[in-house]
Nanobody, 115 residues
Framework: QVQLVESGGGLVQAGGSLRLSCAASGSIFSINAIGWYRQAPGKQRELVAGFTSSGGSNYADSVKGRFTISRDNGKNTVYLQMNSLKSEDTARYYC?????????WGKGTLVTVSS
């Protein structure tokens, strides 16, 4: 079993920054992909940024140049640095880990950007 715990969300003004963290624990034997998704009220959950099994990273077009995903393998932690935040970035952000055919999700952390 894998547990994912997100932190770092909060209320920030437009143009500000936040850094989200996702700590993974449990039976992590292999990671095919790990990253961040978000879901705004009334919208579908969407990929924000992620690492693939090959080590590459990808980003949603809407966050390219503003968000950066990084990881600390020793701490089993993934980060999302969010800069130049916009009101449309307001959402609950979820950490996702895909391993051995199973999708694991955290409970999410709420990010609210005020304009």
């Amino acid at each position: 079993q894998v547990q994912l715990v997100e932190s770092g969300g909060g209320l920030v003004q437009a143009g500000g920054s936040l850094r989200l963290s996702c700590a993974a624990s449990g039976s992590i034997f292999s990671i095919n992909a790990i990253g961040w998704y978000r879901q705004a009220p009334g919208k579908q959950r969407e990929l924000v940024a992620g690492f693939t099994s090959s080590g590459g990273s990808n980003y949603a077009d809407s966050v390219k140049g503003r968000f950066t995903i990084s990881r600390d393998n020793g701490k089993n932690t993934v980060y999302l640095q969010m800069n130049s935040l916009k009101s449309e970035d307001t959402a609950r952000y979820y950490c996702n880990l895909f391993s051995r055919g199973i999708n694991y999700w955290g409970k999410g952390t709420l990010v609210t950007v005020s304009s």
